[in-house]
């Protein structure tokens, strides 16, 4: 089973090394990924807002609990966000550390008062709530570096691609890494064939390198919504929120390969390769909700996110700097040159379009005392998919076919959460729990790619303002090849990054009540 998963890492993760046409189902993975939280309030009680209601992150959660607000207000959040990453690459953990301040959440709440505003027992709708609000819904900030001695090659996976190909090198696409591999002497014309095949410059001598690189991304997933809520008699409440997803992702790999072989063979000494990508985008969605009181202690909740479809285009270029031995010659006898290439800046134009959510909600709510919150989403990611902007464009067949066999179809994540009221002061506590998109077995160790959120508030609440703190710490796994071999010998293998994030974020919130 291991053998397979390493295979599928191989689908996932390292089409970027091969072609400069590189969207596949980790990008439908990341944006598919949302940690609702927004306000320091909604982080401290992980998120389990969608029967609570009467906060700004409702409106990406249960836009039905921006039905309970009373009163006009704005809010704007600040976090402190610092990411620590241990990676870990063949016999090595080597650790790293990214810092970034953002704002989370910034929103204006408004009320338009209806018949029944001023009556403690309403026979009809006492107030309609209209909210304009921005929330983050996933941070990208991430830095890690890895380093290791290996037996094989990137060279070699570049050279075995363009033998599958079996193209002569006049007819290379600029789209392919080995197009730029063959041009910086990094691969050769193996001249034991007559039709064409590709040889790594290291040739058949063994190969003893030291690999290290380093993975810097940046940006975040926000959305930038409207909602609209109602409020029947204290009883029911209605909502509806239209949003604008907004993607921007920068993702900055390098890697180095040094050989540390010690005979006198004149080959490559030494390669690195960057690849500087930028992701940018927008999508539309809907979300309704539905807040039921059962009693004045017992809520109900229930909403229902629509997918997104995220029109994105990519810009990005790749470079290889190239160092050989000196007197190093190829099979033509030609010498090798030290050189620097960078490819054109390219754009690809795609569509990403990611699964519908339905989130169920129970919360235990006394105004005096607290309450305890419980959401419960279901996510079917397999309704996730890719496709070409340009319907003249090759489809993502294999892409969506990952996506459809690999990701799970019935993903439940769980938010938990509770405030507990001391006069003026609120202390809160949450836990969320985000499961691997991955079906079982389909990725080595799917169980550490679950995302465990622990999180703690205070709070100060007063007719004029609200002020409120949270810490709030993640912990989760990913996973990266680098490149892989289709031919290896006994003692050799594919390797894999693993990379273990601890992350933990302070988010300070500011509520103020515009009608006093």
């Known amino acids: 089973m291991k053998s397979y998963s390493l295979a599928v890492l191989s689908l996932l993760f390292c089409q970027s090394f091969n072609t400069l046409k590189a969207q596949n189902i980790q990008d439908v993975i990341r944006y598919s990924m949302q940690q609702p939280g927004s306000t320091a309030r909604s982080y401290g009680v992980g998120g389990a807002f969608g029967a609570v ?66 009556k403690k027992k309403p026979e009809g709708f006492v107030n309609f709530v209209v909210g304009f609000n921005v929330n983050r819904l996933n941070n990208f900030h991430n830095k890690s570096f890895f380093s290791a001695n290996n037996n094989t090659s990137i060279t070699q996976s570049w050279a075995e691609t363009a033998s599958k190909d079996g193209l002569d090198p006049e007819f290379f696409s600029k789209l392919s890494l080995y197009y730029l591999a063959y041009v910086t002497s990094l691969i050769d014309i193996d001249t034991n064939f007559f039709t064409p095949k590709y040889i790594s410059a290291y040739g058949t001598s ?102 997104t479809v995220l029109n994105l285009k990519d810009s990005f270029n ?14 033509f006898k030609q010498p090798r040159r030290n050189a620097r290439v960078t490819s054109e800046q390219f754009y690809y134009k795609y569509r990403i379009t990611t699964p519908a959510r339905h989130v169920y909600s129970l919360a235990l709510v006394d105004k005096n005392v607290g309450f305890l919150s419980v959401d419960v989403e279901t996510v079917n990611y397999t309704q996730g998919a890719i496709e070409p902007r340009d319907p003249k464009e090759e489809p993502f067949l294999d892409q969506n076919e990952s996506v459809k066999n690999l990701l799970r179809s019935n993903a439940v994540n769980l938010r938990i959460g509770g405030e507990y009221i001391h006069e003026q002061y609120r202390f809160r506590f949450g836990y969320a729990r985000y499961p691997s998109q991955f079906k079982d077995n389909a990725v080595p160790y799917v169980r550490d790619l679950a995302n465990n959120v622990y999180s703690l508030g205070v709070g100060i609440k007063t007719n004029l303002y609200s002020i409120d703190f949270a810490y709030v710490n993640s912990q989760s796994a990913n996973y990266r090849v680098p490149y892989t071999l289709e031919n290896l010998n006994s003692n050799q293998a594919n390797q894999t990054i693993t990379n273990n994030n601890r992350s933990n974020n302070i988010v300070i919130s500011l509520g103020i009540n515009i009608d006093q």
């Open 318 to 331: 790749y470079t290889l700097q190239t160092v050989f031995d000196p007197n190093s010659i190829d099979p």
């Open 53 to 118: 209601g009467a906060d700004v992150s409702s409106a990406a959660i249960n836009p039905a609990g921006m039905g309970r607000f009373r009163t006009n207000n704005f809010f704007i959040s600040s976090s402190f966000y610092n990411n620590k990453t241990k990676s870990s690459y063949i016999d090595r953990t080597i650790s790293d550390t990214k810092f970034n301040f953002n704002v989370p959440n910034a929103g204006l709440v408004l009320i338009i008062p209806a018949e029944g505003f001023e």
């Open 206 to 307: 063994p190969i003893r390198v030291n690999q290290k690189g380093s993975v810097v991304t940046r940006g975040a997933m926000n959305d930038y919504n409207a909602s609209i809520a109602a409020n029947y008699k204290h009883k029911l409440f209605f909502g509806l929120s239209l949003g604008v997803q907004s993607i921007r992702h920068i993702e900055n790999f390098s890697i180095t390969e040094t050989d540390l072989k010690t005979s006198n063979e004149k080959d490559i000494k030494s390669l690195t390769l960057t690849n500087y990508v930028i992701t940018t985008g927008v999508g539309f969605n809907s979300k309704f909700g539905i807040n039921y009181n059962v009693n004045e202690k017992v809520r109900l909740g229930y909403a229902y996110h629509s997918p």
